[in-house]
C-alpha cells in the first residue's frame, strides 16, 4: 500500500458496501472526521474496520435501508451529512467502495455540501487478492 496521506482540518466521505476491503480507504486517506454511508448490515464491522485502520477520529455514519434502490433516500442522507460537515475546511470524497446507488449518494452529498470548500476526489482501490482483503489485517 503506497503511503498515508493526511488531510488536515477534513472530512473523508465513503460508501461501504464490501466494508471489509473499504477500509483500505480509512487507512489510506487519513481525515479528521469521517462520515460512512452503509447499511446495518456493514455497519457491524465498522468498529473493527477503524481499528484496524488505526483511525481514532470521529466517525458518523448514514445508514441507508435500500442499497440498491433507494434513491428516495437521498434527500435524508443529505440532510444528515449536512449536520457532520458543518465548520471544515475540507472534504475527502472516496468514489469507490459502495453499490451504485451508494456511490451516487457520496457524490451528491459531496457535491450539495460542498460550500466552496476544497473536495479532493479519490479512488481507494485496494489491489490485494480478495482473501487478504476478507481478513482485513494487512
Same mark, same amino acid.
Given at each position: 500500500?503506497?503511503k498515508?496521506?493526511?488531510?488536515?482540518d477534513?472530512?473523508?466521505?465513503?460508501?461501504?458496501?464490501n466494508?471489509?476491503?473499504?477500509?483500505?480507504?480509512?487507512?489510506?486517506?487519513?481525515?479528521?472526521k469521517?462520515?460512512v454511508?452503509?447499511?446495518?448490515e456493514?455497519?457491524k =464491522?465498522?468498529?473493527?474496520? $477503524? @481499528?484496524?485502520?488505526?483511525?481514532?477520529?470521529?466517525?458518523? #455514519? &448514514?445508514?441507508?435501508?435500500?442499497?440498491?434502490?433507494?434513491?428516495?433516500e437521498?434527500?435524508?442522507?443529505?440532510?444528515?451529512?449536512?449536520?457532520?460537515?458543518?465548520?471544515f475546511?475540507?472534504?475527502?470524497?472516496?468514489?469507490?467502495?459502495?453499490?451504485?446507488? =451508494?456511490?451516487?449518494?457520496? $457524490? @451528491?452529498?459531496?457535491?450539495?455540501?460542498?460550500?466552496?470548500? #476544497? &473536495?479532493?476526489?479519490?479512488m481507494?482501490?485496494?489491489?490485494r487478492?480478495?482473501?487478504?482483503?476478507?481478513?482485513?489485517?494487512?
Amino acid at each position: 500500500m503506497s503511503k498515508k496521506k493526511c488531510f488536515k482540518d477534513s472530512y473523508t466521505i465513503t460508501s461501504w458496501y464490501n466494508a471489509r476491503s473499504a477500509f483500505y480507504c480509512v487507512k489510506k486517506y487519513s481525515a479528521e472526521k469521517l462520515v460512512v454511508i452503509t447499511s446495518r448490515e456493514c455497519e457491524k =464491522l465498522l468498529d473493527e474496520i $477503524k @481499528e484496524e485502520a488505526n483511525f481514532r477520529g470521529e466517525c458518523e #455514519k &448514514i445508514l441507508i435501508n435500500d442499497l440498491f434502490e433507494g434513491i428516495d433516500e437521498l434527500k435524508s442522507a443529505i440532510d444528515k451529512a449536512k449536520e457532520f460537515l458543518k465548520g471544515f475546511g475540507s472534504i475527502v470524497v472516496n468514489l469507490t467502495g459502495g453499490t451504485t446507488l =451508494l456511490g451516487y449518494i457520496v $457524490k @451528491e452529498v459531496s457535491h450539495k455540501l460542498n460550500f466552496g470548500r #476544497k &473536495i479532493s476526489y479519490v479512488m481507494a482501490t485496494d489491489k490485494r487478492p480478495i482473501d487478504e482483503q476478507k481478513k482485513i489485517r494487512m
